[in-house]
């Protein structure tokens, strides 16, 4: 049918037959958060903290950043939140963090490596996000970027409990943890599937770079194949297992994640319309059938 034809999304995520999918946003900054609140986002699924880092020269106080947070997290207070603890390295160097020279950045030191030997630092930001979640009201669950093994799955979630978070996760964005996302659900309370790193590291084709772009193509059999072992290993262990990678803001591809077994979907807000009216459309054996289909 014409997308026009479509019946407008209510906000809530669910499919025809009534199967929830949680419809969450990608956010960086207040501005994000305020337009996905507005375009209906049942909380965010991914608030991206490298925008309080980016532009500061030194890093900011426990206090800046529980303030930054917390102007990002107030629009939803009773909702659920994921926050993603930084994210630096690779294509998001910081001005205060000098990585020092690698041959290959992507393959370096970034995401939660950049804490293996300055724990404080994760420290620092761990306490200021629980704080700015009890100032802003909001339900929440904090991340690590770049995680490859359960041990490192583990040394997260003790340090972001013992800082008081209620609930830990990992993304899942290294071809290594996607083969090993059981044991690292042991770990965990839920994972995130961060599909654009995926893609760059299953098809070994730098994401910033143009002329392999066609190669970082989610609607291929080999990522389709990681995302269902991950979820398969979420069902096996009862942990909800999300997409917030780009592919969760295709409207063609919304579908055969949830047939594979996801249980949340976080996009940028202008998206959440559009994969929520095509989700509306199908039931879940639909779905399930659209993710069967032979891919060679
Ligand atoms: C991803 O890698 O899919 C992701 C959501 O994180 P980022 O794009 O910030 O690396
Ligand atoms: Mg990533």
Redesign the pocket.
Known sequence: PARTSRPAWDGVGRLADGHRVKLLANVGSAADAAAAAAAGAEGIG?F?TEFCYLSAAAEPTEAEQRAAYAAVLSPFAGKPVVVRTL?AGSDKPLAFLPMGEEPNPALGVRGLRVAFDRPELLDRQLRAIAAAAGDSGVELSVMA?MVATAAEAAWFAARARAAGIPRVGVMI?IPAAALCAGSILAEVDFVSL?????AQYVFAADRQLGAVAALNDPHQPALLRLVEMVAAAGAASGKPVGV??EAAADPALAPVLVGLGVTSLSMNAVALAGVGAALAEVDLAACQAEARCPRP
Request: charged share 35%; hydrophobic share 15%.
């Open positions: 991914l991206r994210d970027p964005e961060g599909t654009n790193d995926l917030c990678g």
